[in-house]
Antibody, heavy 123, light 106 residues
Framework: DVYLVESGGGVVQPGESLRLSCEASGFAFSSYEMNWIRQAPGKGLEWISYISSSGRTIYYADSVKGRFTISRDNAKSSVFLQMNSLRAEDTAIYYC????????????????WGQGTLVTVSS | DIQMTQSPFSLSASVGDRVTITCRASQSVASFLNWYQQKPGKAPKLLIYGASSLQSGVPSRFSGSGSGTDFTLTISGLQPEDFATYFC?????????FGPGTTVDT
C-alpha cells in the first residue's frame, strides 16, 4: 500500500515561515513525481507545486512562486515544502500527493494523497 | 491559466440513480482530465484519469468521457457511499487547475 504522511503544519503569524515534510512508504519513491496541493477550509482544491522524480524539474503556481520551495530527498523517501512570507490566504490543509506515471493520455495526474496537514496563518 | 467549470454546483439524487456531472475547460486540455471524489474530512481519491480511464480499484459504475474542452463523469447506479463532492482537474498545462466541485447529496 502507498502511504504518504505529512507533518510540519501549525499556526504561524503573517510573514513567518514553515517547512512541511511528507514521508512516503510502500513504493519506490525515487521513481515517482510528487505534487503539493492545498485546500482552504470549506473551499476547493488548488495545485501549488510539482517536482519530478529526480528533482530537476519543478513547477509552481503563481500564488506561491517566489515564496514556496519544493524539494525532495530520495534517500529518505521524503518531499518537502518550504513556505516563506506566509499570508492569511495560505491558510489551508496541505496535501502531499504521488503523481501517476505519464502515459499517452495522462500526465501529472495526482494518484495518491496523504491525509494532509493544516497550516493556519493568523495574527 | 486554464479555467475549469463544473455543473451543476450540487445535485440531489437517490440510491440507484444515474448521475451525470459536467466539466468544461476554458481551452483544450486534450484528454488530460481527471476526476476525484472527496468525502468530508478526507483526502480526495482519484476516480478517472485521462478523461476515461478507470483508476484501479474504482467501481465500474464510474465512467468518464470527453476530450478537448467538454467532459462528463457518470455514476451508473448511485450507491450510498457515492454521496460526496466530485472535482475535475486538468493536467495538461501548469497550473494544474481544478473545477469548483459538484456535491452529490440526498
Amino acid at each position: 500500500d502507498v502511504y504518504l504522511v505529512e507533518s510540519g503544519g501549525g499556526v504561524v503569524q503573517p510573514g513567518e515561515s514553515l517547512r512541511l515534510s511528507c514521508e512516503a512508504s510502500g513504493f519506490a519513491f525515487s521513481s515517482y513525481e510528487m505534487n503539493w496541493i492545498r485546500q482552504a477550509p470549506g473551499k476547493g482544491l488548488e495545485w501549488i507545486s510539482y517536482i519530478s522524480s529526480s528533482g530537476r524539474t519543478i513547477y509552481y503556481a503563481d500564488s506561491v512562486k517566489g515564496r514556496f520551495t519544493i524539494s525532495r530527498d530520495n534517500a529518505k523517501s521524503s518531499v518537502f515544502l518550504q513556505m516563506n512570507s506566509l499570508r492569511a490566504e495560505d491558510t489551508a490543509i496541505y496535501y502531499c500527493a504521488r503523481v501517476r506515471p505519464c502515459s499517452s493520455s495522462s500526465c501529472y495526474t495526482t494518484e495518491y494523497w496523504g491525509q494532509g496537514t493544516l497550516v493556519t496563518v493568523s495574527s | 491559466d486554464i479555467q475549469m467549470t463544473q455543473s451543476p454546483f450540487s445535485l440531489s439524487a437517490s440510491v440507484g440513480d444515474r448521475v451525470t456531472i459536467t466539466c468544461r475547460a476554458s481551452q483544450s486540455v486534450a484528454s488530460f482530465l481527471n476526476w476525484y471524489q472527496q468525502k468530508p474530512g478526507k483526502a480526495p481519491k482519484l476516480l478517472i484519469y485521462g478523461a476515461s480511464s478507470l483508476q484501479s480499484g474504482v467501481p465500474s459504475r464510474f465512467s468518464g468521457s470527453g476530450s478537448g474542452t467538454d467532459f462528463t463523469l457518470t455514476i451508473s447506479g448511485l450507491q450510498p457511499e457515492d454521496f460526496a463532492t466530485y472535482f475535475c482537474q486538468q493536467s495538461n498545462t501548469t497550473p494544474f487547475t481544478f473545477g469548483p466541485g459538484t456535491t452529490v447529496d440526498t
